[in-house]
């Protein structure tokens, strides 16, 4: 466990709506080491983002983060400190100088994700300015270097170009280039090829991938798209209504998964090459209500491997396999977590 | 730039002859004219020797021509800057909108003001606030604004300032201050008068300037430009204030189309009710008397003010918004 970057331990964020209380993430804990990407995959609805947006405490009333621990190594002044991001306020100065500076963050929908009013000269050199003490001049040419990095041409009279003038995919480059502003050591990226066509989209990717390896760091990759993760990730983590299920590297989420639920959303991909009759695969039932998880195993009233008076009791347990590999299953194991809520025994 | 000003001007004039047109057909669309209420009124008061001079009064003022030639005729002379007389008091209109014109700022001015400024800083603190302890109260105070009409509030203001001190504040200077040069009694008495009508009126205005404000701004304020601002460690003030603001603006200065016209044209019955010499209760006299080329001019001015106020609305727009300057 040394030597990680990003370590969150049993994150939970609520929102507390007028119809009840959704535990939108619910007790998550996962590592990032520094320099990797990790994938975090899941259905709509089962916490993925909602665990990026809580790193950098950008989660909105009604939601707010009720319990957890974001452990972030950072340098100060030469040296290494641990410090825990959900002891500072959503609204404080340490925060405030950790976004976008120390880790970054690009969002699915570009073409919402700029302010309409201002240039994108102007929105870069912001984003450089409220971290850094330069000259606006020099911050504009800071901004056209970082245009060059994301490979738009013209960086020079893009500077004076306002949104509504880009394209989809040349916002979302205009939103990595202004995460690169402060080379931060995490970004995390929620669903940034979603709302792009496929072209697009792989362009994107490679373009991540290409300045990962540039600028030396980590990457939070959320996305609902199993062959994004396939390209993008090493680590891979799970999420299920709130929880993470399965925990693994990449070549063994396809190879050998393990949780039903995996299984099954591997199974409901298309594959090349493999000859098929009937329609594609589907997971059983529906996505619960929000407000009413299911008890025991969220999953367990769409779970081919169902076990009637185990799965529908308690959670179960977090349980290692081989190496990195964590699972939360009875087929693995019969321990469960110490409360319903799973707070450990 | 200056070529769609100019071209937005040009379309003033077309705009105007229609307004006034159309003001004019209203204005002969009851039955009878201004001579014949004036006869009938004469008749009344035991003045028989009037009914003989009917068909000279109304030759005297043009209104025996034909309803086209006389619009013709008043049309022309407006462009040559002769608004024509008054037929109730013989006195120039110009005159009388002149000397009415001075109050009506006055008063139009201080509410305009005082309810966006206190409005918008209201909607603001709401909106970033929303669901405090504050931000209920002035949700409630809001409401009760817009519910509130605002002659009501000022007949409120008028009881209560009468049972305190025993003065009638109505008008806007008491009647030894009337007609006298400027000194600092004059001034102070103004004030005194003036807070009734202004206050009353900025309730109301106020109000609504802060539920739209309020409104606005925390539908920008969920936008995702709002979220990645913050994500990218720009400070919470600057991201209210420089970025989610502005674009809250929008519909406020769609709104400032019609203000410029509300500061002539507002508060109609507030002035009726505190006895204002404010340009709004010449107007709704001049209407019900028939007194066709003071409300002519009058509904021209309105209508010219609201030309005008559209037009500086939408050059707001264009210089706040990119969107709309590219377009």
Not at chain 1, 164 to 177: D, F, K
Request: hydrophobic share 45%.
């Amino acid at each position: 466990m040394t030597n990680m970057l990003l370590q969150i331990k049993d994150l939970r964020t609520h929102f507390f709506t007028e119809s009840g209380v959704v535990r939108a993430v619910d007790g998550v804990s996962f590592d990032i080491a520094p320099g990797k990407t990790l994938g975090v995959v899941g259905e709509s609805g089962c916490g993925k983002s909602v665990t990026g947006y809580s790193i950098l405490q950008l989660i909105n009333p009604p939601g707010r983060i009720v319990g957890g621990q974001i452990l972030f190594e950072r340098e100060k002044n030469g040296r290494k400190e641990v410090v825990d991001l959900l002891k500072y306020g959503a609204r404080s100065e340490d925060i405030r100088q950790i976004r976008g500076n120390e880790i970054a963050m690009i969002f699915q929908e570009p073409m919402t994700s700029l302010d309409p009013l201002f240039t994108v000269g102007d929105q870069l050199a912001e984003a450089i300015l409220v971290h850094q003490k330069v000259s606006k001049r020099s911050a504009l040419d800071r901004a056209t270097e970082l245009l060059d990095k994301v490979r738009l041409p013209q960086a020079r009279e893009l500077l004076n170009k306002y949104p509504h003038q880009l394209s989809g995919g040349m916002r979302q480059r205009v939103m990595i280039a202004m995460a690169l502003s402060g080379q931060p050591k995490l970004l995390i990226a929620d669903e940034p090829t979603t709302a792009l066509d496929v072209t697009t989209e792989g362009q994107i990717l490679d373009l991540m991938q290409s300045l990962q390896e540039e600028f030396g760091m980590a990457m939070l990759f959320i996305t609902h798209d199993l062959g994004v993760i396939a390209e993008m990730a090493e680590e891979v983590v799970v999420m299920y209504l709130g929880r993470v299920v399965e925990k693994t590297d990449v070549r063994t989420l396809f190879d050998a998964p393990k949780h039903p639920y995996t299984r099954a959303l591997l199974e409901s991909i298309p594959k090349v090459g493999h000859k098929h009759d009937g329609p594609l695969q589907t997971i059983e039932g529906m996505v619960p209500s929000p407000f009413n998880i299911p008890q025991g195993c969220p999953f367990h009233p769409r779970c081919a491997r169902f076990m009637p008076g185990i799965c529908d009791e308690a959670v179960p347990a977090e349980t290692p396999l081989e190496r990195s590999h964590t699972v939360r299953c009875y087929l693995y194991s019969e321990q469960a977590e110490g409360d319903r809520y799973g707070n450990p025994a | 730039m200056t070529r769609y000003i100019v071209r937005r001007l040009l379309q003033f004039i077309p705009s105007m002859i229609l307004i006034a047109f159309v003001g004019f057909v209203i204005m002969e669309l009851p039955p009878g004219d201004y001579v014949s209420n004036y006869i009938r009124a004469q008749a009344l008061a035991g003045n028989q020797d009037m009914v003989a001079q009917e068909a000279a009064l109304r030759q005297q003022f043009g209104l025996d021509q034909p309803f086209l030639i006389r619009f013709a005729n008043w049309t022309i002379n407006l462009i040559r800057g002769d608004f024509g007389i008054s037929l109730a008091t013989r006195m120039p209109v110009s005159e009388i909108i002149g000397s009415k014109l001075g109050a009506t700022v006055a008063v139009s001015l201080c509410v305009f003001i005082l309810s966006w400024a206190i409005g918008i800083a209201l909607g603001v603190y709401s909106a970033t606030h929303q669901y405090s302890k504050t931000d209920n109260f002035l949700t409630t105070i809001s409401f009760i604004g817009l519910g509130l009409p605002d002659f009501l509030i000022a007949l409120a203001f008028l009881v209560l300032a009468w049972q305190l001190t025993g003065q009638v504040l109505t008008g806007l200077q008491s009647p030894e201050f009337i007609g006298k040069p400027f000194s600092i009694p004059l001034l102070l008495d103004f004030l005194k008068h003036l807070w009734i009508p202004v206050t009353a009126v900025v309730v109301t205005g106020m109000a609504w300037v802060m539920r739209v404000m309020r409104g606005n701004l925390l539908n920008e304020l969920g936008k995702n430009y709002v979220t990645a601002l913050r994500a990218k460690g720009v400070p919470e003030r600057t991201v209210i204030w420089k970025h989610a603001f502005r674009n809250a603006l929008h519909p406020l200065i769609g709104a400032l189309s019609q203000t410029l016209a509300f500061l002539v044209n507002g508060f109609v019955i507030t002035s009726v009710v505190l006895d204002l010499p404010t340009i709004q209760v010449t107007y709704l006299d001049a209407t019900q008397a028939q007194d066709l080329f003071l409300a002519g001019t009058i509904l021209t001015l309105i209508g010219f003010l609201v030309l005008l106020g559209t037009l500086v609305s939408d050059l707001l727009l264009a210089w706040l918004d990119p969107r709309i300057r590219f377009s």
